[in-house]
């Protein structure tokens, strides 16, 4: 078993966690509101979360904002998406900052509004140095946009004889997927009561402990996240030994 696998092993607390928040649409028509102020309120649960892991020193917060699925929406949804992201980054990179979080973004920013690239930019710069929790926001992104990109630098590096077809190992890959300096995931959460992926991390969720809830993510609290990570710490994780491997490995 590899020693990263066997600190996994012994680590009652998540590295990383990695969320879809999703059910903002819903809160919102449950009250009879627009969907518009589901999002908003999706935010003030996001400070919230985002508060309470780098309080707990959680190493890693992923959170889904917008899927490369995403732009089906009707228009006018997706334009506040965007105004929403742009207003956000606005007006929390200085808080983010004081707070000593590091900004990641992950997705294809290329199609986002050329302000709102320039402002992911500046947020990624400005949080550089920091060293409390990272906070990956993955905006357009897709497990399959991710492997796609990945496949294309593999090839391009073979092309021009930087190395060879069989040089292509799994850590190989892993180097040109989106995050590869921080850990992997180990506790996924999705909100919302859905008990789907939807095109999020794939090749990153390999050995992740899954935990659905159906509270609507602008209801999840720092409670919520609690009990998700008390219950994460009840789980056995095996990558593929047996139930009595494990105790042996971690007694
Ligand atoms: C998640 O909430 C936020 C985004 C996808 C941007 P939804 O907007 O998907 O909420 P529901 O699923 O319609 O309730
Ligand atoms: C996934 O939620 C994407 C985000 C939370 C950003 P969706 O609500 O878009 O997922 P589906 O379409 O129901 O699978
Ligand atoms: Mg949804």
Known sequence: MRVEEVDLLNSKKPRHIAIIMDGNG????????PRALGHQAGVKAVRKIVEYCAKENIEVLTLFAFSSEN????????????????????????????????????????AFPEKLQQKIVEGENKT?????????????????????QAMKSVAESVLSGEMQV?????????SRLS??????????????GEKRISNFLLWQL??????????????????????AIEDFATRQRRFGHTGEQIKKLTH
Do not use: C
């Open 26 to 33: 819903r809160w919102a028509v449950a009250r009879r509101l």
């Open 71 to 110: 732009w089906r929406r009707p228009k006018d949804e997706v334009s506040l998406l965007m105004k929403l992201f742009l207003t956000t980054l606005q007006s929390e990179i200085n808080r983010l900052d004081r707070n000593n979080v590091r900004v990641h973004f992950i997705g294809d920013r290329s």
């Open 128 to 148: 550089r140095q920091n060293n409390g929790l990272n906070l990956v926001i993955a905006a357009n992104y897709g497990g399959h946009w991710d492997i796609q």
């Open 166 to 174: 069989s040089d292509i190992s799994e850590e190989v890959i892993r």
């Open 179 to 192: 995050i590869p300096s921080l850990p992997d995931p180990d506790l996924f959460i999705r909100t919302g």
């Open 206 to 227: 390999a050995y992740t402990e899954f935990y659905f809830t159906d509270e609507l993510w602008p209801d999840f609290s720092q409670t919520s996240l609690k009990n």
